[in-house]
């Protein structure tokens, strides 16, 4: 492999590079927000897209062109995603949802020690405002909401964190993929953290790895990109139907999570069957063997 290194910098400078540059943004997205929402409370979709660029896509993309030359090359934005491994990717969301939706109502019901109880109450309170400030941005009956919405929430967050955790700071932790795995849960680790919400760490954490993993298996960003964009998309057209009144209040998030105290056999099922389908995609539709992410 030719030297693609600007200068030889240690993976822990890289990332170093990375979170300063994002800090950087984050300072001024900060700033920009204040004065926005001070124009206009109309303005919040403007905000999260500038956050999206400031704060994800613009250092990833300064931090790798830092460190190494052909910047979308070395982030795996060069390579076209195999179209039969996205549609066994769609499959396997699919299929995950009861388990999903059961790891999610678990973790949402954790308690923490009765010594903890004002951590508990102050995450709580935390995460109660920021979803407050979600469900006013979704609601509404709105077709054209709608459709910014799924753009914002759901087309660029899953575009913008792709292209910083696993184009960035996992690819600049580990260029060859030396210690695969540990990088992969590290970053999604860090992906969960960052969304600051304890209540959902778990399920977000889960959800990183396996984009982490889509990576690495793929050697294509948009992969995990669509994956990412399409999880928060139906999110987001699950919500604008809810509000239609044309399906019932939580009737996806409640599917495999029994109201009635029994055994979640439908999340249990889901849990087998999307293993056994991720099997499956390894070996079917992704090389058992992955050549080298091209970064010449």
Not at 37 to 60: C, G, N, T
Not at 175 to 186: M, N, S, T, Y
Not at 238 to 244: A, H, P, Q, S, W
Request: proline fraction near 4%.
């Amino acid at each position: 492999m030719l030297n693609i290194e600007r200068r030889h910098f240690s993976a822990s400078t890289r990332v170093l590079i990375l979170l300063g540059l994002a800090l950087g943004g984050l300072i001024v997205a900060s700033v920009a927000a204040a004065l926005f929402l001070l124009a206009s409370d109309k303005l919040l979709h403007a905000v999260i897209l500038l956050q999206d660029f400031a704060v994800f896509i613009l250092p990833a993309v300064l931090a790798v062109a830092i460190c190494y030359r052909k910047p979308m090359r070395f982030m795996c934005l060069t390579e076209a995603p195999n179209w039969r491994a996205v549609v066994g990717v769609i499959i396997v969301m699919a299929v995950s949802l009861p388990a999903m939706n059961w790891l999610v109502a678990w973790n949402e019901g954790l308690t923490l020690p009765s010594a903890f109880e004002w951590l508990e109450n102050l995450l709580r309170t935390s995460e109660d405002a920021a979803g407050e400030v979600t469900k006013e941005m979704m609601s509404g009956t709105s077709v054209w909401k709608m459709l910014l919405n799924l753009f914002v929430v759901g087309v660029m967050a899953g575009v913008s964190e792709e292209i910083f955790f696993r184009g960035g700071m996992a690819r600049l932790m580990s260029p060859e993929w030396r210690h695969g795995h540990a990088v992969i849960w590290i970053v999604a680790a860090v992906f969960s953290a960052v969304h600051m919400q304890f209540y959902g760490f778990v399920p977000r954490l889960l959800l990183g790895a396996w984009m982490g993993y889509l990576l690495w298996w793929t050697r294509s960003l948009w992969v995990p990109i669509i994956a990412h964009a399409l999880n928060n998309s139906v999110v987001v057209v699950g919500t604008y139907l809810d509000n239609c009144g044309l399906i019932p209040s939580d009737a996806v998030d409640h599917l495999g999570v029994p109201q009635d105290g029994s055994f979640a056999w439908l999340a249990l099922c889901s849990a087998v069957v999307t293993a056994v389908a991720i099997v499956v995609l390894r070996k079917t539709f992704f090389k058992k063997k992955m050549p080298p992410i091209p970064v010449e």
